[in-house]
Nanobody
C-alpha cells in the first residue's frame, strides 16, 4: 500500500522561503511521477508543480521562477523549494504520487495523495 507523507510547512513572512518534503513508501518510487498541489481556504485545489520519473519538471505560471521541485530516488522523496513567498501562496500543500502522470487535476489514475501540510505566508 502506497503512503505519502508531507512535511515542512509552517508560518513564514512574505519574501521568505520554505522547503516542503514528501516521503513515499510502498511503491516503486523511481517509476512514478510526483506532483505538488495546494488548496487555499474556500478555493479549489490547484496544481503547483510536477516532476516526471526522468526529472522533467512542470510548474504553474503563478510559481514559475520562485518554486523548484526536485526528487531523490534513493531516499524516495520529493521536495518543493519555495522562495519569494507571497500571502497568495498560503494554503494546504498536498503531495501526490502518480503512477502514470500528474495532471493539473491530480494523478491521472491510481494515484495516492498525502494528508497535506499547511503553509501560511504573512504580509
Amino acid at each position: 500500500q502506497v503512503q505519502v507523507v508531507e512535511s515542512g510547512g509552517g508560518l513564514v513572512q512574505a519574501g521568505g522561503s520554505l522547503r516542503l518534503s514528501c516521503a513515499v513508501s510502498g511503491s516503486d518510487f523511481s517509476l512514478n511521477a510526483m506532483g505538488w498541489y495546494r488548496q487555499a481556504s474556500r478555493k479549489e485545489r490547484e496544481f503547483v508543480a510536477a516532476i516526471t520519473r526522468t526529472s522533467s519538471t512542470n510548474y504553474d505560471d503563478s510559481v514559475k521562477g520562485r518554486f523548484t521541485i526536485s526528487r531523490d530516488n534513493i531516499k524516495k522523496m520529493v521536495f518543493l523549494q519555495m522562495d519569494r513567498l507571497t500571502p497568495e501562496d498560503t494554503g494546504v500543500y498536498y503531495c501526490a504520487s502518480c503512477p502514470y502522470m500528474c495532471t493539473i487535476y491530480g494523478p491521472s489514475e491510481y494515484g495516492t495523495w498525502g494528508q497535506g501540510t499547511q503553509v501560511t505566508v504573512s504580509s
